[in-house]
């Protein structure tokens, strides 16, 4: 799969977990500190969209920590070749795809932010070879455009 490709993927799944967060409506009332996390362990619709997405992207697995939504690609599903993977020019190839879709990861961050009332929100990207990390990057409301 051709890397623009591969990042398309990604923003849909992004947009996905977006539109099943915002689609339900529901904002948990009671007491203490609400987290991202806590909203989506009560809310079925959310678990059952990053369960549709895992199973229809492979390689993908989407967890919600805290107030951290953190996706992680296992790109050896791409390639069987894992030195090529580890390389430093896919690395940089990746790091540099993510970096170009910034404001798209932070626009996630700032729609769940404004329809949860919950502010912290961070989207993490991994990509991995099997148990090893090649990239990881943060984004926050703060890098919406």
Known sequence: MKKTNYIALILIVCFAFCFALTACGKKPSGTGT?????VAAKDSSIQESMKKEMEANEGLT??????DLI?????TVLSSDSEALKSDATKTALADAIDAQKAVFG???KSVEDETGITGIQTIVNYTA???LLVSRTFTSADAE
């Open 34 to 38: 609400k987290t991202l996390e806590s």
């Open 62 to 67: 989407i967890e919600i920590k805290g107030n």
């Open 71 to 75: 996706y992680t690609y296992d790109m």
């Open 107 to 109: 626009d996630i961050c």
């Open 130 to 132: 099997g148990e090893e």
